[in-house]
């Protein structure tokens, strides 16, 4: 499964873009967990393809993430111009299909079933669990917080109370580099 992320991808977004087998994003693509800010969890496997200290940097702040950064910490393969995206993404299915399926199958065994058993099978168990505790402990002044921004303001007030204290970010459009948003987006995403 070939992932072609060509904007945001956030949350559920990004966790299914870091499990397909490949994952190619546009320049202009921004990933993110910003959920964690209210009371949320990540994936184990941020951690199983980018390391623990990768995956605490980006899970524990909910910060955003260029495309850039994504590449060098290995959360995407590739990172291509916008245009090129789909283009891209189509020309490596079309190369992986030229090769012929018992191999594909095989290797794609092989290299799954490696992970599998170095640990990931384990930490995806206990992700489920964890992530259940987590949601069941949905609470506290924070949410309060949102809550209250949220019936006095709406989606905007909410993200703004989330996501407001955060910015700068050290990686993404709202970076301290002050780069803005993709082209075409705008406003308080989240």
Same mark, same amino acid.
């Given at each position: 499964?070939?992932?072609?992320?060509?904007?945001?991808?956030?949350?559920?977004?990004?966790?299914? *873009?870091?499990?397909?087998?490949?994952?190619?994003?546009?320049? &202009?693509?921004?990933?993110?967990?910003?959920?964690?800010?209210?009371? *949320?969890?990540?994936?184990?496997?941020?951690?199983?393809?980018?390391?623990?200290?990768?995956?605490?940097?980006?899970?524990?702040?909910?910060?955003?993430?260029?495309?850039?950064?994504?590449? &060098? /910490?290995? =959360?995407?393969?590739?990172?291509?111009?916008?245009?090129?995206?789909?283009? &891209?993404?189509?020309? =490596?299915?079309?190369? /992986?299909?030229?090769?012929?399926?018992? *191999?594909?199958?095989?290797?794609?065994?092989?290299?799954?079933? @490696?992970?599998?058993?170095?640990?990931?099978?384990?930490? =995806?168990?206990?992700? @489920?669990?964890?992530?259940?505790?987590?949601?069941? *402990?949905?609470?506290?002044?924070? &949410?309060?917080?949102?809550?209250?921004?949220?019936?006095?303001?709406?989606?905007?007030?909410? =993200?703004?109370?989330?996501?407001?204290?955060? /910015?700068?970010?050290?990686?993404?459009?709202?970076?301290?580099?002050?780069?803005?948003?993709?082209?075409?987006?705008?406003?308080?995403?989240?």
């Amino acid at each position: 499964m070939i992932a072609a992320v060509n904007g945001w991808a956030m949350g559920g977004g990004m966790w299914y *873009s870091t499990a397909c087998d490949i994952t190619i994003a546009s320049d &202009r693509a921004v990933f993110a967990q910003p959920e964690v800010r209210m009371v *949320s969890n990540t994936t184990y496997l941020l951690a199983a393809l980018c390391g623990w200290k990768v995956a605490n940097r980006h899970a524990l702040a909910g910060d955003h993430i260029d495309a850039a950064e994504t590449l &060098r /910490i290995g =959360l995407v393969n590739e990172v291509v111009p916008h245009d090129e995206l789909l283009p &891209r993404a189509r020309a =490596l299915g079309a190369r /992986i299909a030229m090769v012929p399926e018992a *191999s594909v199958r095989v290797n794609k065994a092989v290299t799954m079933l @490696g992970v599998l058993s170095a640990g990931l099978f384990n930490g =995806l168990l206990l992700n @489920g669990p964890l992530s259940a505790i987590v949601h069941a *402990s949905v609470g506290g002044p924070e &949410r309060v917080k949102l809550d209250a921004a949220f019936r006095e303001g709406g989606l905007r007030a909410l =993200l703004q109370a989330r996501d407001g204290p955060f /910015i700068p970010e050290p990686f993404g459009p709202r970076s301290a580099q002050g780069s803005a948003p993709p082209a075409g987006e705008g406003g308080q995403r989240g």
